[in-house]
């Protein structure tokens, strides 16, 4: 008996110590920021297990303030959730916290932190980000690119048509796709062929940059543990594969360098190659490529499938949204960038939530917390959104809450950050932009969308998956419903006809003598029309075909 007691004291006693060796109690120290109970090694790592990161930090910040730290393994952080402090970092801060930390895939797959995501703070991504904003990513730049949008969208709304109304597609990898092929026209000149590899090769990459998942993120220091996860492994064979996909496109890749209005980004980038100013190496031109795809391709298609979600969830938004879509496009057949323009004015789910995590360069001291030299720094836009000091009702999707707000998508308020805000802040905002509106405006303008199987709107499921980039975790799977036969009754009216030039494929004609009734412009009568060939090995019309498409309508119920 007297030996199990001892057995059970020294049990007790040892359980007792490991406690209080376990649970340091947080008392608020003075100078230092408010955070939860931490365990030895791991710090407060337990508190996020379990949790998809942004919820789990914003539901510490809801306990501990907008202004916490946390210790992730070796990582000293501070998360930011408020739009006070948001403002206060990213402006009087902004340039102690220009840093990025280390992370593996900026090293393995950012070809040793040459791009601009992943780049140090200083001259080299000073002046990658200069190219990046006059020369990549400015409003000219997006605007040269408005055809290609408009006939990718356009692609895209055939093949759904193709597939059939009434029948369930998976929109997930439509708009995947949609998004990859506009993003390599625009950097390579050209759709590629190993389109879909390379997309979801840099998915790949992208997912592994999680920043909570890995013994490598937790603890930098420990280069010998880093192995252990394969992590490292599973990088650098991404690399290898997404290094012989760039190599082979700059190799076949004869520029235009003539014009600069029409030069795909590869052009600009090869441009600087030859340059004095900012020599870049091959390296430095494919990490860039990299970015293009990394920072531009998941981010755009993530929120319009977040955007369509909400709409789906709620049909008074969608009813609304379509039906001034479909009145300012009224009579036209296709939707150009001015019809759409302030029209799409709806919440943009941010799809990186913890913006791409900064480091201190030097130590600082911030309402009077001292903050010491390379502490990482999230700005948690998910809790700003969520902010109920700023926000009413801020769970609920109400995009009415930005007409004639002062309050701004480019980050000039701090209440919302989609794109951040600093000189960190995302370059590629305007692309980002005319990357979301035409495609959505497309898939809203020619189909109404219901869900499968008679579910109702509201049972549409709205979790995240964990990862950088917040993305939906189940597909989403919407059933596209349009009219398939024309009614003549006519979008618009016949009085403003559109005159279109035919498109040469064949099963592209097949599309328009279903979909559409044709006659020719100015009233001429069908045997006035020309017939005569152009020499050459294949026998062309001489004068493009014109001709005036009766409109046809779109089911609206
Ligand atoms: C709707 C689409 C997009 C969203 C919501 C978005 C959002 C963001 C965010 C939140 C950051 C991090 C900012 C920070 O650390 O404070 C970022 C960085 C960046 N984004 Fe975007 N982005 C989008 C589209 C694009 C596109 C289309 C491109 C280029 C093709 C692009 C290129 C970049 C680059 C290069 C950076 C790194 C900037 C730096 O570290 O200096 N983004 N983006
Ligand atoms: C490069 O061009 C050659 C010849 O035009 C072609 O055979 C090859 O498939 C092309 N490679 C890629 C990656 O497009
Ligand atoms: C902060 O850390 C950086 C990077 O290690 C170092 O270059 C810099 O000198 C440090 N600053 C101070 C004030 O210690
Ligand atoms: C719809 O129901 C069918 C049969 O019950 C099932 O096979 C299919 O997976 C369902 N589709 C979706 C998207 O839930
Ligand atoms: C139709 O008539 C107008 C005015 O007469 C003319 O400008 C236009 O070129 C004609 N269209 C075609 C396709 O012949």
Redesign the pocket.
Known sequence: MEAISVIGFAIALFIFFIFKLLITPSKPKKNQLPEPWRIPIIGHMHHLIGTIPHRGVTELARKYGPLMHLQLGEVSTIVVSSPRWAKEILTTHDITFADRPETLTGEIVGYHNTDIVFAPYGEYWRQLRKICTLELLNTKKVKSFQTLRNEECWSTVNEIKALGSGK?IDLSKCISKLIARIISRATFGKGIKEERVFTETVREAIELTGGFDDIADIFPSKKFLHHLSGKRAKLTKIQKKLDKVIDNIISNHSGSRSSSSRECLLDVLLRHKDEAELPLTSDNVKAVIFDMFAAGTDTSSVVIEWAISELIRCPRVMKELQAKLREAVKGKERIEEEDIQDLINYEVTPPLPLLMPRECREPCEINGYNIANKTKLLVNVFGINRDPEYWKDPESFIPERFENSPINIMGSEYEYLPFGGGRRMCPGASMGLANVELPLANLLYYFDWK???G?SHDELDMTELFGAVAQRKTKL?LVPMFQDIMDGSGLGSNKNPATWELPSRIDNWLICCYYFDWKLPNDSKGEDLDMVEVFGASVQRKNELHMVLEPYRFSQN
Do not use: I, S
């Open positions: 369930p869900l499968p199987n579910t799977v």
